[in-house]
């Protein structure tokens, strides 16, 4: 499964970021033919003129429907959606060209400011690409806690995107017991780091001291969590209104992903992997979630498996951290060498792969692109969304649980 | 498992917090209707706002309510320094809040316009680096019990 991640333009030449399974890294664009998301990811629509019949029901973009600034086109046929056009540029802050010229350390913290969401998956992404540049190598400790933080990102993700699915669904009773789980990983993630969102704890090379006891303990209380979370969720699959809401709802098919390539829960729903994950080490025998309705059920129920494989995962990752916990911290510096690198980086994010490519002169960012996941499931949201009847909106848009601000950067 | 209703009672999940109130009947005869707007924030602090609908908070004990247009808000929240784009429709949001409003501004990083120099009027707070629910929810009460907004 071949997906374009982005063009690479740098002054007059383009380039194509491609991952093929094998290889990741830049082709010629001679080869955009073999690509269909070449076409809008160049912006090169045939039209975006609705039919003279339909109506533009404009959402956004600030609207009490509406958690983050965005704006959807929709025209609509009576209540039927025809197309959508989904506008998040009110969310652009042009992270990637605040990152030029500053210094690798300085780019981390902007990274981090993508999406908090994914905010410790976009961390690891920067830092191992700069690792790769500079030939530094993190210790066995930060490998595994780089993993366990990210699964533990995963797990308060999923819980916000099935909260918010919930809500969208008028399941409103188990929309707020969930969002007190959120809130209660939240205020785990704290108590260990002083950061909710698992910011500022990885740096490039290493990660912020933690003891043993203080993990095992912040382990404990996750695992409580989840397993309140197993019993809310096996208790909300016997709403058959709520089922029934979510089943054949935002259907997706493998001509989307070809033209699309999205990534994440939303590929995993269609009965097919690209995570990522597959070929880390440090998982013994790492086996996706696989799920065959490609509609918003079915990416609902992929993200309820991966919390409890999750929690599982990261129990493992501790017995295998406690022979290791006493290696102390390095403290890393970067000299600015003036040497041009190029350098290219991924992190199995909670929505689907996140990919850096970065140039670097000496010390300074000279160029980056960042290939985010919801950039991707926004284009998939748009296609999921035609046919669909005004109702089924909120559902298929959660489903995907995508971040416009990620999206835009 | 218990029915939904049975199970949320069992579990106690509202906290009492040590926020210094006025007296209680004060706090139930004057409520807070509040519309928030994302300016652009990379999601940290829509978040936050979205946590704060936990049960653990009990807003609605505090007589602050989320409402889905500026029209019917005594407070509009800005979240995060607002990007160019932004800007117009927060004028346009404030444009439209009926009189007396107040203006709330809560920002997190250094990326996005300053407040300062957009010359908001009706500012009631400015909260920088405060993003958790427990700081909000403590401004978000003071503000209700300012007299300001009845």
């Known amino acids: 499964m071949k997906r374009l991640l982005g063009i690479i333009k740098k002054e007059d030449s383009e380039q194509l970021f491609v991952n093929s399974g094998s290889f990741v890294g830049l082709v010629d664009n001679s080869q955009s033919k073999e690509f269909k998301a070449y076409k809008w990811q160049k912006e090169l629509f045939e039209s975006k003129e609705p039919k003279d019949e339909l109506f533009n029901f404009r959402l956004g973009p600030s609207s009490g429907a509406l958690l983050e600034s ?69 210790s066995y400790k930060t490998k595994i806690m780089r993993l366990i933080f990210i699964e533990t990102e995963r797990i308060f993700n999923h819980i916000y995107v099935i909260s918010r699915l919930a809500d969208a669904a008028a399941q409103k009773v188990l929309a707020n017991h969930l969002i007190y789980l959120f809130d209660e990983i939240l205020e785990n993630n704290k108590y260990l780091f002083k950061n909710r969102f698992l910011k500022n704890i990885n740096s490039i090379g290493t990660i912020k001291y933690i003891s043993l006891d203080q993990l095992k303990i912040f382990v404990n209380k996750l695992e409580n969590i989840v397993n309140k979370f197993e019993k809310l969720y096996k208790f909300s699959l016997k709403s058959e209104n709520y089922l029934d809401r979510l089943h054949n709802t935002g259907l997706l098919t493998t001509d989307d992903f070809e033209e699309f390539n999205f990534d994440g829960p939303a590929v995993k729903a269609m009965n097919f992997s690209l995570d990522t994950r597959s070929f880390e080490d440090l998982f013994d025998d790492f086996k996706p979630i696989l799920e065959e309705g490609s509609d918003a059920l079915s990416r609902m129920i992929v993200r309820a498996k991966e919390i409890f494989q999750s929690i599982d995962l990261i129990k493992k990752l501790l017995i295998k951290l406690q022979k290791n916990i006493d290696e102390k911290n390095k403290n890393i510096s970067i000299d600015d060498d003036q040497q041009k690198r190029n350098t290219i980086a991924l992190t199995e994010s909670p929505s689907g792969t996140i990919y850096y490519y970065i140039e670097l002169v000496g010390n300074k960012i000279d160029y980056v692109y960042v290939a985010t996941p919801s950039f991707f499931l926004v284009k998939a949201m748009e296609k999921a969304l035609i046919g669909q009847i005004f109702t089924d909106f909120t559902f298929t848009v959660e489903s995907f649980g995508a971040f416009f601000s990620d999206a835009a950067k | 498992m218990f029915l939904w209703p049975i199970y949320g009672l069992s579990k106690k999940y509202s906290k009492k917090f040590e926020f210094k109130t006025n007296n209680s009947k004060t706090v139930f005869k004057k409520s807070l209707h509040v519309f928030f707007i994302d300016g652009g924030s990379d999601v940290e602090l829509l978040l936050e706002f979205y946590s704060l609908l936990s049960p653990k908070y009990n807003l609605h004990a505090y007589g602050i309510f989320f409402t889905n247009t500026p029209r019917h808000a005594d407070v509009l929240v800005i979240l995060s320094r607002p990007t160019q784009k932004m800007l117009p429709i927060i004028q346009e949001a404030i444009s439209q809040m009926p009189s007396p409003y107040g203006v709330m501004l809560i920002e997190n990083s250094n990326i996005g316009l300053y407040f300062e120099k957009l010359n908001l009027k009706n500012v009631v707070a400015h909260l920088k680096n405060v993003s958790e629910p427990t700081g909000i929810l403590k401004k978000l009460i003071e503000i209700a019990q300012g007299g300001l907004i009845c």
């Open chain 1, 70 to 138: 965005v704006t959807f086109n929709i025209f609509t046929y009576g209540e039927r959606i025809k197309e959508v056009y989904i506008d998040n540029s009110y969310k652009s802050r042009s992270i990637e060209k605040l990152m030029i010229k500053k210094d690798v350390f300085e780019g981390l913290r902007l990274a981090e400011q993508i999406c908090t969401s994914f905010a410790f998956s976009h961390s690891c992404a920067y830092s191992k690409a700069i690792e790769n540049a500079f030939n530094i190598q993190p």
